[in-house]
Nanobody, 114 residues
Framework: VQLQASGGGLVQAGGSLRLSCAARGINFRLHTLNWYRQPPGKQREWVANITSEWSTNYVDAVKGRFTISRDNVKRVAYLQIDRLKLEDTAVYYC?????????WGQGTEVTVSS
């Protein structure tokens, strides 16, 4: 299983980014895709997920600003981040599970400036 995250960068507060997570080695449409983030000096935290049935869930801190989606044809999950805040600065990771084993992408860094 390979997950490739991309789309991070340096953005001013209030701006937007779209992160992508391309997956290989799994039957993509059957899997829940998660996004996590790890702010500098802090633990990794779960941010959002989208299930195989297209149900979406978000941590309270990002509701209304983050939108997770998926394209089962392209085998890509997306995380649209709007109205970025300084506290969104983190390395963002995509994740999925297969047979109880976690698989992680390499992370993409988002830095929000004031």
């Amino acid at each position: 299983v390979q997950l490739q995250a991309s789309g991070g960068g340096l953005v001013q507060a209030g701006g937007s980014l779209r992160l992508s997570c391309a997956a290989r080695g799994i039957n993509f449409r059957l899997h829940t895709l998660n996004w996590y983030r790890q702010p500098p000096g802090k633990q990794r935290e779960w941010v959002a997920n989208i299930t195989s049935e297209w149900s979406t869930n978000y941590v309270d801190a990002v509701k209304g600003r983050f939108t997770i989606s998926r394209d089962n044809v392209k085998r890509v999950a997306y995380l649209q981040i709007d109205r970025l805040k300084l506290e969104d600065t983190a390395v963002y990771y995509c994740n999925t599970q297969r047979s109880g084993v976690d698989f992680w992408g390499q992370g993409t860094e988002v830095t929000v400036s004031s």
